[in-house]
């Protein structure tokens, strides 16, 4: 199994940053990538960046585009999620996710490993 766990997150006004990290432990070696997805009430979850394991590749929508860098630290099983201009309307739940599938990264569905989630509330 592999286990999940992310810190960080909290309160900032519009334009500032927030850090978000995730942990990833257990059997690692089957991990091919790690998500962040966020959510808000009533809304399913929202792909907001994925990482290859390796680091070496990294893929956002358009939302996130210029403003979120996910990053692994390579001295050990972590990946941080930089938040940069934040808006109101990035208040949401986020969570991160470990996936052993090759492909699908975007889709929540292709992930099997889920972290608690952490609270990200913008305020305007």
């Known amino acids: 199994q592999v286990q999940v766990v992310e810190s960080g997150g909290g309160s900032v006004q519009a334009g500032g940053s927030l850090r978000l990290s995730c942990a990833a432990s257990?059997?690692?070696?089957?991990?091919?990538?790690m998500g962040w997805f966020r959510q808000t009430p009533g809304v399913g979850r929202e792909f907001v960046a994925a990482i290859s394991w390796s680091g070496q590749h990294t893929y956002y929508p358009d939302s996130a585009k210029g403003r979120f860098i996910v990053s692994r630290d390579n001295t050990k099983n972590t990946f941080a999620l930089q938040l940069n201009s934040l808006k109101p309307e990035d208040t949401a739940v986020y969570y991160c996710?470990?996936?052993?599938?090759?492909?699908?990264?975007?889709?929540?569905?292709?992930?099997?490993?889920w972290g608690q989630g952490t609270q990200v509330t913008v305020s305007s």
């Open positions: 257990g059997r690692t070696t089957k991990i091919y990538a």
């Open positions: 996710a470990a996936t052993d599938n090759n492909a699908g990264w975007r889709d929540p569905r292709q992930y099997d490993y």
